[in-house]
């Protein structure tokens, strides 16, 4: 079965412009969650939706926005991109929110912005 | 303070070893949750724990809650088994993952 999708792989962008990433969910599963990865903050939640409802968010300002269609499939929308956003991002799905099951993680998006 | 804390920061390993990955939390959990990530990125979820020990392979994770540790055992260990370990725990107050710094494993044949 596929796994977790994301694109595109590779992002350059330039400061203040937006850029939208896209994560494709293991078929039936309905919780997506995301998640940045830097070399000095290393993994830092994003969000997570289940069945297009944002359950919870991670300390980040308001220019990191999400949203979940009716699919499952996500997107995370950056505006205004700063230097300091480059970074690996990481989307990953779960068959729910339980606690009871695990994650399944995408290959990330890399995002660079010069 | 972290939040979760893992021990060593970096290891080395000859093949064949046994190697241990420690973490260690300070706030309530419903589950813990190692992972691996490899050189170009990509995560994979190895255990999700919330009591007693898990078993998969060659890999052997267990929680005591009681003390907020974690370990992580790989018995054998091989050169593939190189990577950067992450211990993550899901808050119980705030549902929210908190993630370790990582252990990066070399294990040299």
């Known amino acids: 079965k596929a796994g977790v999708t994301q694109t595109p792989r590779y992002l350059i962008k330039t400061r203040g412009q937006q850029v939208t990433l896209s994560c494709s969910p293991i078929?039936?599963?309905?919780?997506v969650s995301w998640y940045q990865q830097t070399p000095g903050q290393g993994l830092q939640f994003l969000f997570e939706?289940?069945?297009?409802?944002?359950?919870n968010k991670g300390n980040f300002p308001g220019r990191f926005s999400g949203r979940q269609f009716s699919n499952s499939r996500s997107e995370m929308n950056v505006s205004t991109l700063e230097l300091g956003d480059s970074a690996l991002y990481l989307c990953?799905?779960?068959?729910?929110?339980?606690?009871?099951?695990?994650?399944?993680f995408g290959s990330g998006t890399r995002l660079t912005v010069v | 303070k972290n939040e979760v804390e893992q021990s060593p920061q970096n290891l080395t390993a000859q093949e064949g070893e046994f190697i241990t990955i420690n973490c260690s939390y300070s706030?309530?959990?419903?589950?813990l949750h190692w992972l691996q990530q490899h050189p170009g990125g990509g995560i994979v979820s190895l255990f999700m724990?919330?009591?007693g020990k898990k078993k998969h392979g060659r890999l052997i994770a267990t929680i005591n809650i009681q003390e907020k540790h974690s370990s992580l055992h790989i018995t054998a260990s091989h050169p593939r088994d190189s990577a950067v370990y992450i211990c993550?725990?899901?808050?119980?107050?705030?549902?929210?993952?908190?993630f370790g710094t990582g252990t990066r494993l070399q294990v040299f044949p």
């Open positions: 993550a725990v899901r808050s119980y107050n705030t549902d929210k993952l908190i």
């Open positions: 706030v309530g959990i419903s589950a």
């Open positions: 724990l919330s009591s």
């Open positions: 990953a799905s779960s068959l729910n929110v339980a606690s009871g099951h695990g994650y399944t």
């Open positions: 078929s039936g599963h309905r919780s």
């Open positions: 939706y289940f069945s297009e409802t944002q359950r």
